[in-house]
C-alpha cells in the first residue's frame, strides 16, 4: 500500500513538471524587423508577436520611445486565437537619424507578474554614397517641336508682340526699382548678419508646429541660397538644390559636413515635392544643418 502511494505522489510530480514544461514550450516573445540596414531616414517595419496558452495575464510591451529610433507609425495589436493558444501581434513603422550601428533594444513583455525580453536586433544606419568628385549630369533641356501652324499665326504673333512691348518696358523698369530698393535693404547687414537674423526669425515663428511644414523648408534653403549669393557671388536664387550642391562641391566645405548640408538639401525636396512629413527632431536637425553650414562658409571664405 505504502508502495502504490509513493507510486502515485512520484506520478503526480511528472504530470506537474511536463504541464509546466509545455506551457514553457508554448510560450514565445519575438521581435523581427524586415531589413537590418538602411540609409539614414529610411523606414524599418518592426514586428512584435507574443505566443500564449490561454488565460495569460498580460501587459503589452511599453512602446513609448526606442533609444536612437522614432517611431512613425503604431499599428493595432491583432490576436488570433485557437483551442490550446492566443497569438498576439503589432507592427511598428520606425526610423532613425542617428548614422551608425545601433539596437533596437530587448523589449519586456509582462505576463502574470514576469517579464519576458525580445532579443535585441542590430541595426546599420548608414547615409547614401555620395562621390564629391563625380561630376552631376544635369537635366537634359525639353526638346521643342515644331508647330506646323506656325506660318498661319504670324500676324496674330505680331500684334501680341507689339501690345507686349509696352507692358514688357513697364513691368522691367518696375523690377528694377524694387531690386534697387531691396539691395538698398540688403546693404544694411553683412551677408553673416543678415543669415543669422533671418534664421533667428524663422524659429521664432514655429512654423512646423503650426503646420507650414513645406513653407518652412522653402524658406531656409532661401536663407542658405541668399547667403551663398552675397558671400561667394554664386548665383542660386533661381536653381534646383541639385544646382546648389554642384556649385558648393567646388569649395572647402569638409567632406563630412559637405555630406550632411547634401541630405539635408534632399530632405528638403521631399518635403517640398514628394509631400514627405518630417518629425520635429527632423525639422530641428535639418536647421541645424543649415546654420552650421552658413558657420563653415563663413569661416573658409573670411
Known sequence: MRGMKLYAACLLAL????????????????????????LIGQQIRLTLQAKMPLGENISWFPLDTLPHFDIIEKGKIDSVTTINERTYTQQLLI????????????????????????????????FSHFDPKQDYHDI???????????????MGIVVITLISVVLIVYFITRKRVEKSKGQNEISRLGPYEEAMASLDE?????????????????RLNDILKVYVLRKLGIVTIDKTNEELIRQLKKTDIPHDRFSQLVQALRMSDFVKFAKYQPGENENEQHFDIIKSSIDIINEIAK
Open 202 to 218: 524663422l524659429k521664432k515663428q514655429h512654423m512646423t508646429q503650426n503646420g507650414q511644414v513645406k513653407a518652412y523648408y522653402t
Open 15 to 38: 504530470l506537474i513538471s511536463a504541464t509546466d514544461t509545455l506551457a514553457q514550450n508554448d510560450f514565445s516573445v519575438t521581435a523581427s524587423v524586415d531589413k537590418k540596414e538602411i
Open 140 to 154: 537634359k533641356d525639353i526638346l521643342e517641336v515644331p508647330n506646323p501652324y506656325s506660318k498661319y499665326i504670324l
Open 95 to 126: 526610423t532613425s537619424f542617428d548614422s551608425g550601428m545601433h539596437s533596437i533594444v530587448p523589449l519586456p513583455l509582462k505576463v502574470n507578474g514576469k517579464n519576458f525580453n525580445t532579443d535585441s536586433i542590430p541595426i546599420n544606419i548608414k
